[in-house]
């Protein structure tokens, strides 16, 4: 039997921009817990299993955490999807990073 050892997580707060199609509006979420190889995120909106998306990690400093030191920008797959709880309570959504790029925030507001 083959044993997988499982990426580790980090419990880092970034405001995720997501959307299911290329065209489509970006949805708002919040990351739990992210690693190298998946995101999971709290939404106002599930998506099936199997969906593919994009995504944009917001990463800050800590220090002036509204301040977006860079982007993640992603695509991934939705591999879990927690529904359960109270009404009001937020959907949070397990993705997949299946290819990501780095932005730098600072040289993109510099240029535009």
């Known amino acids: 039997m083959t044993v997988v050892s499982r990426a580790r997580r980090f419990q880092l707060p970034m405001r995720v921009l997501w959307r299911h199609d290329p065209a489509g509006e970006w949805l708002e979420g919040m990351s739990l817990n ?11 909106r599930a998506m099936p299993v199997g969906t593919s998306i994009d995504m944009v990690l917001a990463v800050s400093w800590e220090p002036i955490p509204s301040v977006d030191v860079a982007d993640v920008v992603c695509t991934g797959c939705i591999v879990r999807v927690e529904t359960g709880g109270p009404p009001d309570r937020p959907i949070a959504l397990a993705a997949t990073i299946d290819w990501y790029s780095l932005t730098n925030c600072a040289e993109k507001s510099r240029s535009g």
Do not use: E, K, N
Request: hydrophobic content about 25%; cysteine-free; overall charge neutral.
């Open 34 to 44: 992210t690693s190298r190889t998946g995101v999971l995120f709290q939404s106002d």
